[in-house]
């Protein structure tokens, strides 16, 4: 929103904050906002560790997909141990709640660092103590969580997160419910992960995976004809107009998987002249096909899911109207029982906002 906004701006904007909503795309480490980097700075300088140069990670104009793997670096070199990652997981679900969303589906690659002592299953256990904090705290806000399979590692490293994520899905009470494949889209070829997916999707976990983050139409289209594809995250470059294929719009069109937009990430890391140029046009405007709005992170990128609902106003006309049935048609698109399902759907009958 410019700070010309007019009345009517405002308007809309507390429409959207007040609306409730669900956020399906959202990396742990992408979600810290300034005050919780600062936090973490002050823990590792409570700890004598060395201070680190963060000055980089509040730079948010456009960036290159490399530029934004680089402040994930800064991140990472904040997060080495149990005590931040619990910090950084408990902040985050505590602003997503007060920014109106009440289902959201966190994803995080586990990590090990030797120097602290923290383990893949340490980091996995900080991030639920974290959530189960915020449901003692009562915080208004259903959390799951997916592990990452980052794509610059192993078959093996995936093997390792498609097992623990196994683990934890029988032993979380329900919050681990998934795996994600993530990471440079530009490093190693995704398609020798099929077989650890499959083997996920065995066991009864769902997939998100990142595809045509960048135009590779061959991985895109393998990946989706090989593995049960739950959800795509991104899907910048799925359609012939932007290089993809029609083979892949129709092997998404026929299965209906739903793509996790992130209007404000994709407009900063691929420079989209506007947002009217963004494939949430061509997918839920001319196709009406299932689209979640998403943030990718709100922090690193500057916005909020509130904030994704009033460009989607702004860019494309839809109404309120609109908004409130996209926000209630992502129900259907979460990683959950049918039981928490319904329980959303009567919480947005409730909670529904003038219109």
């Not at 609306?19 to 959202?26: N, R, S, T, Y």
């Not at 904090?133 to 969580?145: A, G, P, R, T, Y």
């Not at 109404?319 to 209630?328: F, G, M, N, V």
Request: with cysteine; proline share 3%.
């Amino acid at each position: 929103m410019s700070e010309m906004a007019t009345a009517e701006d405002l308007k809309l904007m507390q429409f959207c904050r007040s609306l409730p909503k669900i956020e399906l795309h959202a990396h742990i480490n992408a979600c810290i906002s300034t005050s919780t980097v600062r936090k973490l700075v002050r823990l590792k300088e409570a700890k004598g560790e060395p201070c680190l140069d963060v000055s980089k990670y509040f730079v948010t104009e456009h960036i290159t997909l490399d530029e934004l793997f680089q402040k994930f670096k800064i991140i990472h070199a904040l997060n080495t141990s149990v005590e931040s990652m619990f910090l950084t997981t408990y902040e985050t679900i505590r602003e997503m709640a007060a920014d109106g969303v009440r289902y959201a589906e966190l994803r995080s690659t586990p990590r090990a660092d030797a120097a602290t002592g923290m383990t893949k299953r340490s980091y996995v256990d900080a991030v639920l103590a974290a959530v189960r904090k915020c449901e003692q705290e009562n915080v208004d806000i259903v959390v799951k969580l997916l592990l990452s399979i980052d794509r610059r590692g192993s078959v093996a490293d995936a093997a390792d997160t498609v097992r623990l994520a196994t683990q934890y899905a029988a032993s979380s009470g329900g919050v681990v419910v998934g795996v994600d494949l993530s990471g440079d889209p530009a490093v190693n070829d995704a398609r020798v992960f099929i077989p650890v997916l499959r083997e996920a999707s065995a066991a009864g976990l769902k997939l998100s995976l990142h595809l045509a983050e960048v135009v590779n139409n061959e991985e895109t289209l393998e990946l989706l004809r090989c593995v049960r594809v739950d959800r795509i995250g991104h899907g910048v470059f799925l359609h012939p107009e932007v290089g993809g294929s029609q083979a892949i719009v129709d092997c998404v069109r026929s299965n209906r998987t739903p793509i996790e937009c992130c209007l404000s990430s994709n407009e900063k890391c691929y420079s989209l002249p506007h947002l009217q140029d963004h494939h949430f046009v061509y997918w839920h405007i001319e196709n009406k096909h299932p689209c979640i709005p998403c943030t990718d992170g709100g922090a690193i990128f500057e916005t909020s899911l509130s904030r994704e609902y009033y460009l989607l106003a702004e860019h494309y006309g839809l109404t309120r109207r609109q908004l409130y049935d996209i926000s209630l048609r992502s129900i259907d698109h979460a990683f959950t029982d049918e039981t928490t399902r319904d329980a959303l759907r009567r919480r947005w009958q409730l909670e529904a906002p003038s219109l």
